[in-house]
């Protein structure tokens, strides 16, 4: 199971009960009810001399950005989340000694080479040591040959040269020079901390940039593969994208090469728990206060405006209420459909969102730092799962050699990332038969441990302890619709679309994360939590401050 702790619930009521008296809920009456502190029905949340009182539903990374800048700009927050832990997607679980994380792969601004990272560190995520790849993943092809995706530009430029034939000589070069480019290049995250020197980094990169942008933006990633020769090229450039993602902006692939060329674009030791805790660390040290085991069934609404949220546990009240949580339930949900947006709905009508996921944590005897960190591979015999409903071709794996944190001396923590539409097949199996459900993840962990033993002779024997999290775990501890792990998909339509914050008609009220931004993922999370809290500064009349 996916982040589940007893331990922990048990463990952290004092500190909640602590976290609300420091926050200056002095007048609510804490009773304990389940494990948890049980809130008063209808209890106001004092904003008092703090300012605004702000009610934040969800502890992912955008919930927690919102709440930490507003609490260094005088409002009063508190924090609401259905799950014991925070970070929502951007999690790790730990078993038997082995940490299995869930999420980061690369994050953008994890040093200071880019502006993204004042964001981070304004966070509490600046503290942390950050890893930056060299190589960022390798692909083995049909012909036995490997790929392998270097981050430094000449390095890639030469190994496509050397899978490719003559004919692609020129869009090769192009694309290499698109990556020295954007690694010139910045996307500034926070204008107010731009520097001098990072502004004219900017400027003087910009005219190569400039493409990037323009062309580059909106050529689908399916097309540049169609304009390949080698067959060869383009089977490898293909293995960097899922089959659903030919629609992709090529820019986006670019972007990310180029924040990894110029090494700010790395993975946190200690992984994705890592980076939640020290942001949550943060946001509590300034103040914030949050409730775990907390999910919200409405958002309460008195003429236009929203004043409070409420749930099995409670109901409180406060002066502007922000959800940080899945927008499609927030919309349909907890405030029952009756406030809506064109752009929203539109989005919730015809974009296309990332899958689902099986994420295989696989503990193992023995060290594999002299495999890739990162390693796919077409399939001997196609991998079926999911009662025939799943066919793969291919799988790749991640091992975490690289963060010595995350197994035992002498062990290696492993991860297998499957991407399933098949959402219901694993919730309504869930509901319907629990036994058949364990079953069903028993025999997909075979089959996907038998699939890459076949790939890599003697890793199954290496297996000490393997655990299996499904679309049904992804949905009961993210709440994600459908158990997407990352909203929309970026695409040559969505990629930038502006998708609105606000509900017509609903005052008070506010949306963030990764919905409210196609391409989803962590960056926007940050941004978007620090935007809306200057806008709130704005609307306050006080000037923001992002420092603590
Ligand atoms: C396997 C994987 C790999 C990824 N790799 C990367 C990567 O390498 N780089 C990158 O930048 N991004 C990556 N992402 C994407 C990134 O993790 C997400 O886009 C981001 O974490 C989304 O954050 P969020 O705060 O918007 O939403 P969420 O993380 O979904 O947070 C929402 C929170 O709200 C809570 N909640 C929901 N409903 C309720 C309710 N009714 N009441 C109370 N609480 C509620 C949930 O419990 C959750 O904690 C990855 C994701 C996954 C799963």
């Known amino acids: 199971?996916?982040?589940?702790?007893?331990?922990?619930?048990?463990?952290?009521?004092?500190?909640?009960?602590?976290?609300?008296?420091?926050?200056?809920?002095?007048?609510?009456?804490?009773?304990?009810?389940?494990?948890?502190?049980?809130?008063?029905?209808?209890?106001?949340?004092?904003?008092?001399?703090?300012?605004?009182?702000?009610?934040?539903?969800g502890a992912g990374i955008a919930g927690l950005a919102a709440g930490s800048y507003l609490q260094r700009n005088g409002f009063t927050t508190h924090i609401f989340d259905q799950h014991t832990l925070p970070g929502g997607l951007c999690t790790a679980w730990e078993r038997q000694g082995y940490r299995f994380d869930g999420c980061i792969h690369w994050l953008m601004g994890s040093s200071p080479r880019s502006n993204m990272h004042h964001i981070w560190r304004e966070l509490g995520a600046g503290e942390l040591n950050y890893l930056e790849w060299d190589i960022f993943t390798v692909i083995k092809l049909s012909d036995g040959d490997r790929f392998t995706v270097y981050t430094d530009p000449d390095r890639f430029e030469a190994e496509l040269s050397r899978l490719a034939g003559p004919d692609d000589s020129p869009l090769i070069k192009s694309i290499a020079a698109a990556i020295r480019n954007m690694s010139r290049f910045d996307l500034p995250a926070a204008w107010d901390k731009l520097t001098l020197p990072e502004a004219a980094r900017i400027l003087f990169a910009l005219p190569g940039a400039l493409p990037i942008f323009g062309t580059w933006m909106k050529l689908p990633i399916a097309s540049l593969l169609a304009r390949i020769a080698s067959p060869k090229l383009r089977e490898a450039l293909s293995g960097l994208y899922s089959g659903d993602m030919g629609d992709f902006p090529v820019a986006g692939l670019f972007m990310m090469l180029g924040f990894m060329s110029k090494k700010s674009c790395g993975y946190p030791l200690g992984g994705s728990s890592a980076f939640a805790r020290s942001i949550e660390k943060k946001y509590l040290s300034l103040g914030g206060s949050i409730s775990y085991g907390f999910r919200v069934d409405r958002i309460l609404v008195e003429n236009g405006k929203a004043v409070g949220i409420a749930g099995e546990k409670g109901e409180l009240r406060g002066d502007l209420v922000i959800s940080a949580a899945d927008a499609h339930d927030t919309v349909e949900r907890l405030l029952g459909g009756r406030y809506r947006s064109p752009g929203l709905d539109k989005a919730f009508a015809s974009f296309r969102r990332f899958p689902s996921l099986l994420l295989l944590g696989l503990g193992l005897k023995g060290d594999f730092s002299s495999y890739p960190h990162s390693y796919s591979f077409p399939l001997k015999q196609p991998l079926v799962l999911e009662g025939g409903e799943l066919t793969l071709l291919g799988m790749g794996i991640r091992f975490f050699s690289f963060d010595p944190g995350a197994a035992p001396a002498g062990k290696t923590a492993a991860m297998v990332m499957i991407s399933t539409t098949n959402d219901s097949w694993w919730t309504e199996l869930r509901a319907r038969d629990r036994s058949a459900y364990d079953a069903a993840k028993e025999e997909s962990k075979r089959r996907i441990i038998a699939a890459l033993d076949s790939e890599l002779p003697g890793i199954a024997s290496a297996v000490e302890y393997s655990d299996l999290s499904t679309p049904a775990t992804l949905i009961r501890y993210t709440n994600n619709w459908h158990g997407s792990y990352e909203g929309w998909l970026p695409t040559i339509k969505t990629m930038g679309a502006k998708l609105p914050r606000t509900l017509d008609g609903l005052a008070g009220f506010y949306m963030l994360g990764q919905w409210l931004n196609p391409g989803g993922g962590l960056p926007p999370c940050g941004i978007d939590g620090r935007r809306l809290a200057k806008r709130l500064c704005q609307a306050e009349g006080r000037s923001f401050r992002a420092d603590a």
């Open 1 to 57: 199971m996916l982040n589940y702790s007893h331990a922990l619930q048990l463990n952290s009521i004092p500190y909640k009960v602590g976290a609300l008296a420091r926050a200056g809920f002095k007048s609510m009456s804490i009773r304990l009810y389940c494990g948890w502190p049980r809130l008063p029905q209808g209890e106001p949340v004092q904003g008092g001399t703090m300012g605004k009182s702000v009610l934040i539903i």
